[in-house]
């Protein structure tokens, strides 16, 4: 064999071995990449559950159910509703379907 045909061969199997590893990398980070995807698949679930367990704490039917526990009743139900800052405008009229929790602010 020539000299340049053992640097060919030389240099070929260092390309293979070069390629490999490569590879080697490639796949590595490839299964680095669906465990980061079955990690967030999991925190998307768990997410989804702890919004619907706050939802029965802090939701809105849970905070008109404490409100109601307590006696506290809809402003429309109220005797004696006092605006804080009354506007010369009348405030819009809207149907409330009862029972109802309803405040209505005003920015000025």
């Given amino acids: 064999m020539t000299p ?3 640097r060919l061969v030389a240099l070929f199997l260092a ?3 070069l390629l490999a590893a490569i590879g080697a990398h490639g796949q590595q980070r490839f299964l680095h990449q669906a465990q980061l995807l079955r990690d967030k698949d ?4 768990e997410l989804a559950a702890a919004r619907s367990a706050a939802a029965a704490v802090n939701g809105p039917l849970a905070i008109s159910h404490w ?3 307590r006696g506290m009743v809809p402003a429309p139900d109220a005797l004696d509703v006092i605006p804080v800052a009354p506007s010369p405008l009348p405030p819009p009229r ?4 009862a029972p109802s ?3 209505l ?3 000025r």
Avoid: C, D, F, S
């Fill in 4 to 6: 340049l045909a053992g």
């Fill in 15 to 17: 390309l293979v071995l």
């Fill in 42 to 45: 999991a925190a998307v679930i």
């Fill in 67 to 69: 409100a109601r526990e």
């Fill in 94 to 97: 809207r149907v409330v379907e």
């Fill in 101 to 103: 929790l309803e405040v």
């Fill in 105 to 107: 602010t005003l920015w």
